[in-house]
């Protein structure tokens, strides 16, 4: 069974930037979509990003294009490790942030968003955005 490792996160002023990890143990071959998604507190969780672990393409939600990027690293047999590089933070990006697989593609993460069915999540972890 696929098991998600979140690091990174940290407290940040506007506009600076932070990485966070999240490795997928349990091999390729039990997932195809690895997803970001995040929480702020009162609110509803929302979707960030998406890449697909078949052909390494990727889908962003309009609140983070032109300032996320999701990225991977497939050169490890038994962890596939997957990066969200957040650049120009805002306070609004404050919320925990989620990793999460799924056996689908990002298409299946463009429909349905956190309202979908995934396979597992990370732990959380914490962004917060503030002067």
């Known amino acids: 069974q696929v098991q998600l490792v979140e690091s990174g996160g940290g407290v940040v002023q506007p506009g600076g930037s932070l990485r966070l990890s999240c490795a997928v143990i349990?091999?390729?071959?039990?997932?195809?979509?690895v997803s970001w998604f995040r929480q702020a507190p009162g609110k509803e969780r929302e979707g960030v990003s998406c890449i697909s672990a078949s052909d390494g393409s990727t889908y962003d939600t309009d609140s983070v294009k032109g300032r996320f990027t999701i990225s991977r690293d497939n050169t490890r047999n038994t962890v596939y490790t997957v990066y969200l590089q957040m650049n120009g933070l805002k306070p609004e990006d404050t919320g925990t942030y989620y990793c999460?697989?799924?056996?689908?593609?990002?298409?299946?993460?463009?429909?349905?968003?956190?309202?979908?069915?995934?396979?597992?999540w990370g732990q959380g972890s914490q962004v917060t955005v503030s002067s």
């Open positions: 349990g091999g390729p071959s039990t997932y195809n979509g």
């Open positions: 999460a697989a799924s056996a689908f593609s990002c298409r299946y993460f463009k429909d349905w968003g956190p309202s979908g069915t995934y396979d597992a």
